[in-house]
Nanobody
């Protein structure tokens, strides 16, 4: 099993920046992974913010964060990051990292295109981001 632990959340002023991290540990069961950041506010479904394929580095972003957020992965330390710049009040949410190792024959590009949380099998506990 893979364990994910997020950190880096907090309260910031609008226009500020924040860097979230997600440390992965446990068994490695695939040569590449699809990883993503989701966010959720009460009463709303979980929204995929950004996704990355660890093998190729291909990324995908929600329209609302393009140009402001950057997702990256460092294989040397098994850590996923989300760099958030020019934060807005509407970015306030609980942020979660997620991971899936696609079964043989399923490509990460397909997983990313679906943009839904049900595609991911491992989740962190979440870290709160509040922008005022």
């Amino acid at each position: 099993d893979v364990q994910l632990v997020e950190s880096g959340g907090g309260s910031v002023q609008a226009g500020g920046s924040l860097r979230l991290s997600c440390a992965a540990s446990g068994s490695t069961y695939s040569s590449h992974y699809c990883m993503a950041w989701f966010r959720q506010i009460p009463g709303k479904e979980r929204e995929r913010v950004a996704a990355i394929t660890t093998g190729s580095g291909a990324t995908d972003y929600a329209d609302s964060v393009k140009g402001r957020f950057t997702i990256s992965h460092d294989a040397a330390v098994n850590t996923l990051w989300l760099e958030m710049n020019n934060l807005k009040p509407e970015d306030s949410a609980m942020y979660y990292c997620a991971l899936v190792a696609p079964p043989r024959g399923i490509y990460c590009s397909v997983v990313m295109a679906k943009k839904v949380p049900t595609e991911y099998g491992a989740w962190g506990q979440g870290t709160q981001v509040t922008v005022s």
